[in-house]
């Protein structure tokens, strides 16, 4: 990524860690030319997979609650995670929940008001067929 020319800052947010471990790894890099994979760099690669196969998960049944997700990431990885870490990891991608908002029924009034706004129109069929009603 540096030698693509991106600046520290960038590889930092981009791979979700802290500057200073993205700063050791080059230096690393550049003076032994070769970077030793330890537990950072290890566990670096392990969040990142978790992190797709979540997303993935998440993507391929949009309306499964998060407490469903979890338990299936659990049984197909054998990792334990909090609901919250999972609840992260969906945002982080743009995967958020929302609860759609129950609109009222119409009632005898409502419709009784809709057929005498209509039949006060003189309209004939063709002017009411372009018209949508969108309650």
């Known amino acids: 990524m540096r ?21 050791n ?15 950072v760099v290890a566990g670096l690669e392990r969040h990142l997979c978790m992190k797709r196969h979540i997303c993935k998960m998440a993507k ?4 499964a609650p998060l407490p469903t997700i979890k338990t299936e990431f659990e049984n197909s990885t054998n990792v334990k995670l909090p609901t919250m870490t999972i609840s992260r990891r ?8 929302y609860v759609p908002i129950k609109k009222p029924q119409l009632n005898n009034m409502h419709k009784r008001n809709r057929r005498n706004w209509c039949r006060g129109k003189k309209w004939y069929m063709e002017h009411w067929g ?5 309650d």
């Open 25 to 39: 790894t080059i230096y690393k890099l550049t003076e032994a030319g070769v970077v030793r994979i330890n537990c």
């Open 90 to 97: 969906l945002w982080e991608n743009g995967l958020y929940s």
């Open 60 to 63: 391929s049944n949009r309306k």
């Open 130 to 134: 372009k018209v949508l009603f969108s």
């Open 3 to 23: 030698k693509r020319g991106k600046s520290h800052r960038t590889i930092t947010l981009e791979l979700g860690v802290s500057k200073t471990c993205v700063m």
